[in-house]
């Protein structure tokens, strides 16, 4: 049976879980020739990312409806987020060790949201979700500028796709990736010490850093 020390471990050596399908009772161990990551320092805001973030029509919370946010990630017709995984990620919330970005329109109703697991100065995403457009998006041009404003040096994307591409995640080799944990981990960050800042600060940031 895994446990939050487990799966903790696992992240720590480079490893990390996923299920076939939801309703699969068990799991299988990764870790990618390539990985995927994010340049804390190279995350990419396009004209229309930066419009959207400018319009401020939503609003930006973290750790506030975490299993809402990984509800709304596992809510899809193929998702490696099992049962099992469900439980560990609440267990591993409630002791500190996984967090949420949440997304939501003025009238409160989620549009966008990622979770992650924190170990010392690094970032696991695990998934992201979204319910209008940009909503993941902004999701993670907030969750970049908060990882660097908290002292992060790693963000693991596990793998990339077209999308992550597009805003700045990129394959770096296992080995490459291996040297970048066992640095990150000997570190600390605070997830939680930077205020939600106003979007200004958000491309402000993102464009002194790109």
Same mark, same amino acid.
């Given at each position: 049976?895994?446990?939050?020390?487990?799966?903790?471990?696992?992240?720590?050596?480079?490893?990390?879980?996923?299920?076939? =399908?939801?309703?699969?009772?068990?799991?299988?161990?990764?870790?990618?020739?390539?990985?995927? +990551?994010?340049?804390?320092?190279?995350? =990419?805001? %396009?004209?229309?990312?930066?419009?959207?973030?400018?319009?401020?029509?939503? #609003?930006?919370?973290?750790?506030?409806? @975490? *299993?809402?946010? +990984?509800?709304?990630c596992a809510d899809r017709p193929t998702t490696w987020?099992?049962?099992?995984?469900?439980?560990?990620?609440?267990?591993?919330?409630?002791?500190? =060790?996984? =967090? *949420?970005?949440?997304?939501?329109?003025?009238?409160?109703?989620?549009?966008?949201?990622?979770?992650? /697991? +924190?170990?010392?100065?690094?970032?696991?995403?695990? *998934?992201? @979700? %979204?319910?209008?457009?940009?909503? %993941?998006?902004?999701?993670?041009?907030?969750? +970049?500028?908060?990882?660097?404003?908290?002292? &992060?040096?790693?963000?693991?994307?596990? &793998? #990339? #796709?077209?999308?992550?591409? *597009?805003?700045?995640?990129?394959?770096?080799?296992?080995?490459?990736?291996?040297?970048?944990?066992?640095?990150?981990?000997? /570190?600390?960050?605070?997830?939680?010490?930077?205020?939600?800042?106003?979007?200004?600060?958000?491309l402000q940031r993102n464009a002194q850093t790109s």
């Open positions: 049976m895994m446990t939050p020390a487990l799966l903790l471990n696992a992240y720590a050596n480079g490893i990390f879980p996923m299920a076939e =399908h939801q309703d699969d009772t068990e799991v299988f161990w990764v870790d990618p020739r390539q990985r995927g +990551v994010f340049p804390l320092d190279g995350f =990419h805001i %396009s004209r229309s990312l930066a419009r959207a973030i400018r319009r401020a029509d939503y #609003t930006v919370s973290v750790d506030a409806d @975490f *299993s809402g946010v +990984v509800a709304a987020i099992n049962r099992e995984l469900l439980g560990l990620y609440d267990q591993l919330h409630a002791m500190g =060790h996984a =967090h *949420s970005l949440e997304v939501r329109d003025m009238d409160g109703a989620l549009i966008g949201g990622v979770f992650g /697991l +924190v170990i010392g100065a690094g970032f696991f995403g695990e *998934s992201m @979700f %979204s319910r209008r457009v940009n909503g %993941s998006k902004i999701a993670l041009a907030y969750l +970049v500028d908060r990882l660097l404003r908290a002292g &992060f040096t790693l963000f693991d994307t596990q &793998f #990339t #796709t077209p999308h992550l591409t *597009s805003l700045g995640a990129v394959e770096i080799p296992r080995a490459q990736y291996h040297a970048q944990l066992a640095q990150a981990i000997d /570190l600390q960050a605070d997830f939680l010490g930077p205020a939600v800042p106003p979007p200004q600060d958000v």
